[in-house]
């Protein structure tokens, strides 16, 4: 009790180090839970691709109807598949029809219909990787009634290795901004304790231990990572709300839908940036008090 009123003082003396060093802490914590907020985003819109990933197997003209039966017989025993829909060219260009409505009528003129009989190949959840897609597709398109296959390779592709890209630049920086925070409480314990000098080396003089003089500045340096990591939190949060609010306004609704850090990352959030407090007081603390 007697450590945490003396760690509140020093917090009260040197009020505008200890703001600039919360700041600081927040700061890096927004970044921080910022990078963690898009990949917990960015992995669930991805995984949600990932489930609704279709093979569109498009035949070749005039297959007659006993070899389109017997095609598909063939690509649902292929390992993986689970279903296998024949949509035939008709259907395709009603299904068209509904989804273009206003300029539906465009499509009225057409003197043959262009769009080719095809399978709609629905993998199991577990093959739904995308090695596994781009295995089942080199397979089905040797298939010789198959004249072409899409199944998203080329977008899907470059999100996958742009997200992966972004991934490491993102753990990059929560340890560059880790270490800045650990950087800047380190300092601010050096300058309170070099304000401090004379009564430490009084306190040393009466027979006071290191692990008495230190733990004012550990106790400092946890209450300044806690408060950092509340606050940057918080401006997150606050961000979120809005960008959130204007999505759900905007064209994206229904589409995108972002959610906020879970409680459990909240945790380790303010878990690390408590953790930068103390680890910045044990540095300067060692280094000062040999």
């Known amino acids: 009790m007697i450590n945490f009123k003396r760690a509140i003082r020093d917090i009260h003396q040197n009020r505008m180090l200890n703001t600039i060093t ?38 070749k003209p005039d297959i007659p109807d006993p070899e389109i039966t017997e095609i598909q017989e063939k690509i649902l025993e292929m390992y993986g598949v689970q279903k296998v829909n024949y949509i035939s060219s008709s259907q395709a260009l009603e299904t068209l029809k509904e989804q273009m409505k206003r300029q539906a009528s465009l499509l009225d003129n057409l003197d043959t219909n262009p769009l080719p009989d095809s399978y709609e190949i629905l993998m199991k ?6 090695d596994k897609v ?39 920086m929560v340890g560059i901004f880790f270490m800045a925070a650990v950087f800047i409480v380190a300092n601010t314990a050096r300058l309170v304790l070099y304000a401090r000098k004379d009564e430490v080396d009084i306190m040393r003089l009466v027979g006071a231990t290191n692990s008495f003089i230190k733990a004012p500045f550990y106790i400092g340096g946890l209450l ?50 408590t953790f930068a407090g103390w680890l910045g007081c044990y540095i300067s603390l060692r280094q000062l008090l040999k």
């Not at 890096?28 to 963690?36: K, P, Q, Y």
């Not at 991805?46 to 569109?56: Q, T």
């Open 22 to 59: 919360v700041v600081t802490i927040s700061f890096a914590v927004l970044i921080v839970s910022s990078f963690m907020l898009f990949f917990a985003n960015a992995d669930d819109i991805l995984n949600s691709w990932k489930k609704g990933i279709r093979i569109i197997a498009y035949l």
């Open 125 to 130: 959840p577990t093959f739904r990787r995308w």
């Open 134 to 172: 781009e295995d089942l597709a080199k397979q089905i398109t040797l298939l010789d009634a198959v004249g072409d296959v899409e199944y998203g390779q080329g977008w899907l592709s470059r999100f996958s290795n742009i997200f992966d890209l972004f991934r490491v630049l993102g753990y990059a």
């Open 224 to 273: 300044q990572g806690v408060a950092g990591g509340i606050l940057g939190l918080t401006a997150l949060f606050c961000f979120y709300v809005i960008i959130a609010t204007n999505i759900s306004q905007g064209f994206a609704v229904g589409l995108i839908q972002i959610k906020f850090l879970s409680i459990q990352a909240s945790g380790v959030v303010l878990i690390g940036s």
